[in-house]
């Protein structure tokens, strides 16, 4: 069975800075992590390769050069191979963009049975390449997957609502997104880290896959972050003194004072 597990290596804080001219995202001097939700995308995958004898899991990532580090550490955590996307016209894309620089890719990789992909990105935040990826290649495709099972060629979801969960059965080729209560992703292993940097790491560029150049990159993104910001921190608190009615009291005078109630 072959399993992709799509990753993106994001800064490790959610304050992300953006560039003010081109709308993208500044790398420079931020710590760079594997996105969370991907690392459970990857442990499910692991966990199949566990069970089975036939899995062999690539993970693909669409980003910088620096991304091998973040591929390296998959490979450690235990995937058989890696796939950097990495080339100026795939810079600064959207998430329309973005899918379609990696379903690109895929189709080159062809034959898979399973894409992993997390929820969402801790950096664009907006949960859409996943399902935009399956969409692309016309699979199917469950988002939100809580828990996984598999049996025979059948594959049992938990799909995570609001207010608790649907089951929905599911045959291969499919897509699907991870939410952080799936698993507990492991960690690398001193061996798996030896082994991920004696791997090749195979980096694609635009000569490499089919993808119409006018659907790729920055230029060809047909949203842009026209503009970011952290909010303000709040205005300080007021604590109430006094015994339980005498704070009630004081919380009513307070509101109507602001004319609240
Ligand atoms: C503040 C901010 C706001 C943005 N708003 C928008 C917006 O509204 N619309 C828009 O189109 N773009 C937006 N972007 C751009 C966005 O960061 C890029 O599109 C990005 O490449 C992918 O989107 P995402 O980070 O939201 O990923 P998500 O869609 O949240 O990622 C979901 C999953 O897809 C996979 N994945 C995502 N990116 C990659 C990758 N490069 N390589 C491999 N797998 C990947 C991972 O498995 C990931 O867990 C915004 C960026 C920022 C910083």
């Known amino acids: 069975m072959n399993i992709l597990v799509c990753a993106k290596q994001v800064p490790n804080t959610n304050e992300v800075k953006i560039d003010p001219v081109k709308g993208t995202l500044i790398r420079d001097g931020v710590e760079s992590i594997l996105n969370p939700d991907d690392a459970n995308a990857l442990e499910e995958a692991l966990k199949l390769k566990d069970t089975y004898d036939d899995v062999n899991i690539t993970v693909i990532t669409m980003g910088p050069p620096q991304a091998d580090d973040m591929l390296r550490e998959c490979l450690a955590m235990g995937a058989d191979e890696a796939i950097l996307l990495s080339d100026r016209a795939f810079g600064g894309a959207d998430t329309w963009a973005t899918s379609n620089t990696i379903s690109a890719a895929i189709e080159k990789i062809g034959n898979y049975h399973i894409i992993f992909a997390g929820r969402q990105a ?140």
Do not use: C
């Not at 950096?123 to 692309?136: F, L």
């Not at 992703?185 to 001193?190: A, C, D, F, G, L």
């Not at 791997?199 to 972050?225: C, F, N």
């Open 122 to 261: 801790i950096d664009g935040d907006t949960a859409q390449v996943g399902p935009q990826i399956a969409e692309k290649l016309g699979i199917p495709q469950i988002t939100y997957v809580q828990s996984f099972e598999l049996s025979d060629d059948e594959i049992m979801v938990q799909r995570q609502l609001e207010d608790g969960y649907e089951v929905i059965m599911v045959k291969t080729p499919v897509l699907l997104t991870a939410v952080k209560e799936l698993n507990k992703p492991r960690y690398m292993s001193v061996k798996g880290i030896y082994d991920a940097y004696s791997k090749q790491i195979p980096v694609w560029g635009l000569k490499d896959i089919q993808v119409d150049e006018a659907k790729i990159g920055l230029k060809s993104s047909p949203t842009k972050v026209f503009r970011s910001f952290t909010p303000p921190p709040k205005g300080k608190g007021m604590m109430l003194e006094g015994n339980l009615k005498e704070k009630v009291n004081s919380l009513m005078y307070e509101l109507k004072l602001k004319h609240v109630i």
